[in-house]
């Protein structure tokens, strides 16, 4: 279950993306959970639209989280 990043706390509002034109800003919070979702959503994206994600233009940022878990994250995702 793909969890967001939450604001204000457990009152506040969750946060799962934004989107302007054709680019998507995914939020999340540092789980593997949310890692595998975000893979998922890559490969129903390329599924149902025919068209895939371009790793080269992409990126993920973390704040407060650690290269080497960042660097983890994206062999995971295979990108």
């Known amino acids: 279950m ?8 457990n009152d506040g509002v969750s946060i ?3 989107q302007f034109a054709d680019d998507t800003l995914l939020l999340g919070e540092k789980s593997w959970a949310d890692v595998c979702c975000m893979g998922a959503v890559f490969k ?4 149902v ?4 994600v371009n790793f ?3 990126m ?3 704040v407060n989280v650690s290269d ?3 660097n983890e994250a994206t062999t995971v995702m295979h990108c």
Request: hydrophobic residues 30%.
């Open 2 to 9: 793909y969890c967001g990043y939450r604001i204000g706390g």
């Open 16 to 18: 799962s993306h934004l």
């Open 44 to 47: 129903i994206f390329k599924q």
């Open 49 to 52: 639209s025919k068209l895939r």
């Open 56 to 58: 080269h233009k992409s």
């Open 60 to 62: 993920l940022t973390g």
């Open 68 to 70: 080497s878990w960042l």
